[in-house]
């Protein structure tokens, strides 16, 4: 649940990454000035319609923001979870251990999603170095200049 459409355009990903569509998945994108009733009622019933009984782990992206506020209203302890900041990898992650039980697959979430963003800084090409050496080294490791 998230706002439009970054739930679908997150599905279509996932499309992408595993080859097919994962079952049991769905977004419910909540298009501005949508009556946050109507968007919690097409939840319950989304919801019904993939629940399997094993639980449910619904991910919305901003904390606080009214798709986060409507997904707070379905969760029940060891039945509904909802974690709030989805991204592409914390989704990935879920159908990957979509069979592990809800709890354990949402501490799993948490912290995997505490290390989740990274810098990615660029190396330096050999010859490149900022120092005017060659980036090239010596058989006892030691730079050359």
Known sequence: MSHEPLGTALIHCTRHIFGRMPPQLAALDVIPDEDPAAALAGARELMSRINDGSGVLVLTDIYG????????????????????????PLLVKALYNRRVPLDEVTDMLSESARNAILEIVPQAAPGDAADGSTGEEDGEGNAKA
């Open 65 to 88: 923001a009214t798709p986060s506020r409507i997904a707070a209203k379905l969760a029940e302890p060891h039945r509904v979870v909802v974690i709030a900041g989805v991204n592409l």
